[in-house]
């Protein structure tokens, strides 16, 4: 049986939905609400006090909601908010009436109308929070709503280009080029209320007898964790209604016609198309908090600027000036609403959502009523003060900033589970590092390919910001990450001290599937800690586990257990614990004496490459060159020139040049005897020139002389391993003459 939850399908068949509503709406709204009624009522002479109140009712007909949990008990919520839709968009159709009214009868019939558009429109809103909430996670909740918001915002502008070019339009500039976009307007919105129809929903308005608003309201503001997302909802909406009567102050007092009013609505629409998109990038991943008590800071001092515009004494500005500052103060404002949103939703209670919801609208009707009716009456005071203010507008923008510190304010005092830190916060923004390791994480999130996801660990792991260094605890505390193995690596060769704690954790797990690759990067952190826990697993009963621990223990300086390593090294038989050992004896041991048995221990494999592996290897921890590796690559993708192309190298030394044919042919005829031969005779001529070599190289020598000696019993079987084994012998002969040739010079 189905419960109200929704399937992850059914989930993204809504999300769907809502992006084509938003962008429906978006378009619809805006031909149909603010604006076009501000310049509708502004054309018939609507007092400030009106035009306070056209900015305010959009909200504050919350009041309505005291009473509707009840009338609409049990109503599918879907159903509700596309109804409400619908009918807002009728109601608008009254505006035609203005054909045949002037003066206060169409100021009255616009504020009638309008109070209905807001009062339908506000029956919708109450759900729009359950209805994202039933949508989406809290892992994309925010994404969603500034997703949504960009939507609304992208469509916005098309709205306001179409406005700005209707009424460019001679015949259209006055009431009949308005009263047109509302008629478009009410078919865009039908449609919208179409596509929320569509939104599958199994959620109904619930109400319980006696609980009425009043009582979620005091339950509410008793609950830290609610309390401060609300005053900040509430008080965002106060200063969105003050920051309304901007359109005023642009069309009054800086002297806009009503298409450049409409091209000023579009900045704004960009501005809130930035907030979305600020949101969508930043909010989920960073938190709401940090960013809200930065972005309001920067509010505030949006607001002293709009405070301090020089206009009085028929003094102007141009008009590029006012668009900057519209931009960047609406950006601030959308980006306060966005984050809000989000922390809202978070803090919504499971149940009586649609209750919960209108509470929040009927409190923040009486916000957006004082503030709205005070932004009227302020802009009185201001054209009529005699105090010389720089503006008309100035108590009202001095009001805008007194809220804007009561939004920094209670964001600092907001509880934001998982959010960054303000310190945190700021390391991000204010650095480039921050930025880009960020970016990184986006884009490592963003990603499904495994190739690609392990390029970007590595532009993480050699990121230093903190925002890189907790990704990558995150993807280290993961069970089964596909990443996890990659992460742990980059820790070796970039070691962060914050995450010895994390990788000590994982190297003792003998349960974790990259126990290795931790053990591996203790490898490059020299501490106590790190050899205490490598110490301990020489005793485990996994020999790679105990190979590995031996090897990081000689790249981390320690040499008390070389007597202890060297028993484990004799004792090894798996190909990879030999390796580690040769590793970590080379790093514990200076006088090299592990090389002096880099035959026999190669010697113990009878099949394979590990020969090439193990000589190749000792040729890398001496830095010889050329390259053996490479060598051995070459003779085995084609037989005879690997040894050729080497053998060309070594013509620099006289006994090499000399016997140059002769080991080629040797080489090609299996003559192993003369090889050992050639081998043993070049180090014993070198040697009576009495010339000493550094103590590994010492070591080196007796080994390959042992071999020498081995090989020159040897005929001409045809056994790759015994080639291999003449190939390092050659090969180690030849580095140990040119470092004694370098040596005496």
Not at 189 to 202: E, F, G, I, M, P
Not at 459 to 472: C, F, G, K, M, V
């Amino acid at each position: 049986m189905l419960t109200k939850y929704l399937s992850e399908d059914e989930r993204k068949d809504g999300r769907r939905r809502i992006y084509r509503f938003q962008a429906l709406n978006g378009m619809g709204f805006n031909f149909m609400g603010e604006t076009p009624v501000y310049l509708l009522a502004i054309h018939f002479g609507a007092s400030n006090i009106e035009l306070g109140y056209i900015s305010s009712v959009i909200f504050l007909t919350g009041f309505i909601l005291v009473a509707l949990p009840r009338l609409l008990a049990g109503k599918n919520l879907v159903t509700v908010q596309a109804t409400a839709w619908f009918i807002r968009g009728l109601i608008v159709l009254l505006y035609l009436l203005l054909f045949f009214l002037e003066g206060r009868p169409a100021v009255l019939l616009i504020l009638i109308v309008y109070t209905l558009f807001c009062a339908a429109r506000m029956v919708g809103v109450v759900i729009w929070n359950p209805l994202v909430k039933m949508v989406t996670t809290s892992q994309n909740r925010g994404e969603v709503l500034a997703q949504g918001n960009i939507v609304n915002q992208a469509a916005s502008v098309v709205s306001k280009l179409i406005s700005f070019m209707i009424t460019s339009i001679q015949f259209f500039t006055g009431v009949a080029g308005i009263l047109l976009l509302q008629i478009i307007g009410v078919i865009l919105n039908s449609s919208a209320a179409y596509q929320l129809k569509k939104v599958t929903c199994r959620e109904t308005v619930e109400y319980e007898k006696g609980r009425n608003l009043f009582v979620i309201f005091k339950e509410s503001l008793s609950s830290k964790e609610k309390r401060f997302p609300l005053m900040l909802k509430w008080l965002s909406i106060a200063v969105m209604v003050v920051n309304g009567l901007t359109i005023v102050f642009v069309r009054k007092e800086a002297g806009f016609d009503a298409n450049f009013v409409f091209l000023y609505t579009l900045v704004i629409a960009l501005a809130n198309i930035m907030a979305g998109l600020f949101g969508r990038t930043f909010a989920d991943r960073i938190g709401s908090r940090p960013l809200l008590i930065g972005v309001n800071i920067l509010l505030s001092l949006s607001y002293i600027i709009w405070m301090l515009l020089p206009l009085s004494n028929g003094r102007s500005l141009p008009i590029f000036a006012y668009f900057i500052l519209g931009f960047f103060s609406n950006f601030f404002l959308l980006a306060t609403n966005v984050l809000v949103a989000r922390v809202l939703v978070n803090s919504m209670p499971e149940n009586e959502s649609f209750s919960y919801n209108s509470m929040i609208n009927f409190v923040m009707a009486f916000f957006s009523f004082f503030s709205g009716i005070l932004g009227g009456v302020l802009i009185d005071w201001g054209q009529s003060s005699t105090m010389g203010l720089p503006n008309n507008f100035s108590f009202l923008f001095f009001f805008a900033l007194v809220l804007s510190l009561l939004l920094i304010f209670y964001s600092l005092r907001l509880i934001d589970k998982g959010s960054l830190s303000a310190k945190e916060t700021a390391a991000i923004f204010f650095s480039l590092e921050g930025l880009r390791a960020y970016s990184y994480i986006g884009k490592y999130k963003a990603i499904d390919d495994p190739v690609k996801k392990r390029t970007v660990i590595m532009s993480i792991s050699q990121n230093d910001a903190p925002i890189a260094t907790e990704e990558l605890r995150a993807i280290i505390s993961s069970p089964l990450s596909s990443s996890k193995g990659e992460a742990i690596k980059s820790l070796f060769s970039h070691p962060r001290v914050e995450l010895l704690e994390d990788l000590l954790r994982e190297a003792s797990d003998s349960g974790s599937y990259h126990q290795l690759k931790a053990i591996f990067a203790l490898g490059a952190y020299e501490a106590e800690a790190s050899e205490h826990v490598l110490l301990s697993l020489l005793d485990d009963p996994d020999s790679a586990v105990r190979s590995t621990a031996a090897k990081s223990l000689g790249r981390i300086g320690h040499v008390q257990s070389i007597e202890r390593i060297s028993i484990l090294a004799d004792k090894a038989e798996q190909a990879m614990d030999k390796i580690n050992y040769l590793i970590a004896l080379k790093n514990m041991d200076t006088t090299g004496s592990v090389f002096e048995k880099i035959f026999t221990a190669a010697g113990s494999f009878s099949d394979g490459i590990f020969r090439q592996t193990y000589y190749s290897l000792a040729a890398d921890l001496f830095e010889s060159t050329p390259s053996l590796s490479a060598v051995y690559s070459s003779k085995n993708l084609s037989k005879g020139n690997g040894v050729r192309d080497f053998l060309d190298q070594t013509r620099d030394l006289l006994v090499f040049y000399n016997n140059h044919r002769n080991l080629v042919l040797w080489f090609r005829d299996r003559k192993w005897a003369q090889i050992g031969e050639f081998c043993l005779c070049s180090l014993e001529e070198s040697t009576e020139n009495e010339i000493s070599l550094l103590n590994p190289f010492e070591h080196l020598e007796k080994a390959v002389k042992e071999e020498a000696l081995r090989m020159k019993g040897l005929s001409g079987q045809e056994d790759s391993l015994i080639y291999d084994n003449a190939l390092a012998l050659v090969y180690f002969t030849y580095q140990i003459l040119m470092k004694r040739k370098h040596h005496s010079s």
